[in-house]
């Protein structure tokens, strides 16, 4: 079994996936990255160009080509889902019949910038947390 991305669909049943294989190095005895492209068996002819799809490898040769056969889809191209609300967005709208009413759209507002820290600079540190004794600088837990 490997995961890999699908490249492209040029014949129905059938298409190139990328897959990211790791070689071993007997002499370095490290592994190394390399990339296969692979012709894989689509049995529902359902997956997209760019969709990351599970293969397995066929038992025999399919057609004399296709080695690998796919499970099943793991994530379809352009399918974004909100985790904050779980509803499928595009850019920054939500799609149509996943809308929020204004009650629960505030109550999110809130239950968020309440998670929020932002400081004003990136370099912001809090002076009071730190006492100076002679030349020692020791920080002190308020919290």
Known sequence: MAVGKVLRKEVNHRAAVSVNLHRMNDYLCLYFPEKSTLEVFDPENDCDVGDV???RKLP????NIETHKIERIIHKVGAIIDPMTGFRVEA???LPGCELDPAA???LKKEVSKREYVPKYSYEVD???YKW???NLTRTDND
């Not at 025999?60 to 057609?63: A, C, T, V």
């Open 53 to 55: 799809v599970l293969i």
């Open 60 to 63: 025999e040769l399919r057609n």
């Open 92 to 94: 920054d709208e939500y």
């Open 105 to 107: 759209r505030e109550e």
């Open 127 to 129: 002076l009071n947390s």
């Open 133 to 135: 004794e002679s030349r």
